[in-house]
């Protein structure tokens, strides 16, 4: 199994930054592609952004140029950077793993509130 802790989440304000990050354990070597999804009050979960195992990376067009992920091997853990964030970016954020020839782990979830 895979187990994904989520931490980093909060109130910011618009235009501020917040960083999410995401620790792997477990049954590492079945992953091989990591990410970020979101899911609003009323809305459906929606993909942030993917990286590969190499360490290439997708975004949702809503959140390019202003959301980076980035992964740090050694200590397993992959982070969500947040900047120039607007209120439409105030959801739960989820961190997954997609893991080979099993179902998706996912991490509980961290709290992004965008507000003045």
């Known amino acids: 199994q895979v187990q994904l802790v989520e931490s980093g989440g909060g109130l910011v304000q618009p235009g501020g930054s917040l960083r999410l990050s995401c620790v792997a354990s477990g049954r590492l070597s079945s992953i091989y592609s990591m990410g970020w999804y979101r899911q609003a009050p009323g809305k459906e979960r929606e993909l942030v952004g993917t990286i590969g195992s190499g360490g290439s990376t997708t975004y949702a067009d809503s959140v390019k140029g202003r959301f980076t992920i980035s992964r740090d091997n050694a200590k397993n853990t992959v982070t969500l950077q947040m900047n120039s964030v607007k209120p439409d970016d105030t959801a739960v954020y989820y961190c997954?793993?997609?893991?080979?020839?099993?179902?998706?782990?996912w991490g509980q979830g961290a709290q992004v509130t965008v507000s003045s």
């Open positions: 997954n793993a997609k893991r080979i020839l099993m179902a998706d782990a």
